[in-house]
């Protein structure tokens, strides 16, 4: 899909606020509410814009614990991988599941309420 300089402040508005109308969201790029509008069906159709999401303050949710680990895999292919990525999945302290290169395989980005929970989760989870 081709993207012209509107399409790209669209998606640069919307990253910042995915709530905003689309009488402020014409307005902040110039554009008549029906275009913008006709615009953004556009970008949701192609799947460049995949879907609208919230994002939760992790302090404020009890998260005080912020940490990055390092994973390596005893087996390597398709399915291994496939299956971490499963595994890792259902467990919500997990934030990010970044598959790396280098002498790891994986890199997570964990929230856990505090040393005691995180503990328990790299023992027993993962």
Do not use: W
Not at 30 to 57: A, Q, W
Not at 73 to 87: Q, V
């Amino acid at each position: 899909m081709n993207l012209d300089n509107k399409d790209i402040q669209l998606l640069d508005k919307l990253q910042d606020n995915g709530r905003i109308t689309n009488a402020e969201l014409a307005k902040h790029v110039g554009l008549s509410p029906s275009s913008t509008l006709e615009r953004v069906k556009k970008l949701e159709s192609s799947g460049l814009i995949d879907k609208y999401i919230t994002l939760l303050n992790p302090q404020l949710a009890g998260y005080r614990c912020f940490t990055y680990v390092e994973v390596k895999l005893a087996r390597h292919g398709e399915t291994p991988i496939k299956d971490f990525f499963k595994a890792v999945a259902n467990i919500t302290e997990i934030l990010e599941c970044h598959h790396i290169t280098g002498e790891a395989d994986f890199l997570l980005k964990i929230a856990t309420k505090d040393i005691p929970t995180y503990e328990e989760l790299i023992l027993h989870q993962l």
